[in-house]
């Protein structure tokens, strides 16, 4: 019998008499249904996603000014509800993909120099908190911010990267791959350079840009044409200087760059 998660298929011709049941995910059999299988059909919905994030984007959703666009909200405080709102819908994802993540934030943690005598590291939107337990195995002490940690949630506590409750001058490197989630980008990097101590790094994984085939999803709330603009409005008054800038390259959650901002001294 199926369920509202399952569809099931029944065969009695089991070499020992027994009946075979399959079990379908509805999910997986409405996309059989609607695109097929095999590598094209992989294209083809990929391709359909394409087109629907670029309805969405040119729609009054997003607000373009100069070299960024902003989601539309109507307050603050629609913003707060519409991120916490996500980790519900990814929740079972990430849990599925956990162990290849924390794989790969750990070997990006173990090769970035700027990390390698950071004593205390504070990662920002961290979600569950994969970042920081890779973090953790590299014999750093980190804690996570989101403000979705989910339950039980022992690395990550509730808390908004726009206004964060740790002391000035308080941690030596702060860590986030969220920066297309800023609702003001420009006071989120004031909070990371409050809470760094003076020569701390701000390590940042930066989406590609809209100029380099990007397009947003349905709950980041920036996006930019291209990485100069984000490092500019970062570093703007010289409050941080450019370490680094590594090159695009692919990772499970799309095209990225590593670059490492330093608190002057």
Not at 49 to 66: I, L, M, P, Y
Not at 177 to 198: I, K, Q
Request: charged share 30%; net charge neutral; with cysteine.
């Amino acid at each position: 019998m199926g369920t509202a998660e399952n569809a099931t298929v029944s065969s009695d011709l089991g070499a020992d008499g027994e009946a075979i049941v399959i079990v379908i995910s509805v999910k997986r059999l409405r996309n059989v249904l609607r695109f097929g299988i095999g590598e094209n059909a992989l294209e083809r919905k990929r391709a359909e996603k394409r087109r629907a994030k670029q309805g969405r984007f040119a729609s009054d959703a997003w607000h373009h000014v100069g070299r960024f666009a902003r989601r539309s909200y109507a307050s603050y405080e629609a913003y707060v509800e519409h991120q916490s709102s996500k980790l519900a819908g990814i929740l079972d994802h990430l849990r599925k993909t956990d162990a290849e993540e924390f794989e790969e934030f750990r070997e990006r943690f173990a090769s970035c120099d700027a990390l390698a005598g950071a004593r205390s590291i504070l990662c920002l939107g961290a979600r569950l908190g994969t970042e920081v337990r890779a973090l953790h195995s590299l014999g750093h002490f980190a804690v996570g911010v989101d403000l979705a940690p989910g339950p039980d949630n022992l690395r990550v506590l509730y808390g908004d990267f726009h206004a964060l409750v740790f002391s000035d001058a308080s941690v030596d490197a702060v860590y986030s791959n969220a920066l297309d989630h800023a609702f003001d980008l420009d006071r989120m990097a004031g909070e990371v350079l409050r809470v760094l101590r003076p020569g701390g790094c701000f390590v940042a994984e930066i989406d590609a840009g809209l100029d380099e085939g990007t397009l947003p999803g349905d709950f980041e709330a920036l996006c930019w044409t291209h990485v100069d603009a984000l490092l500019e409005t970062i570093s703007t008054g010289g409050r941080f200087e450019i370490e680094k800038v590594g090159p695009l390259r692919d990772t499970r959650r799309g095209l990225r760059r590593l670059v490492v901002f330093r608190k002057p001294r």
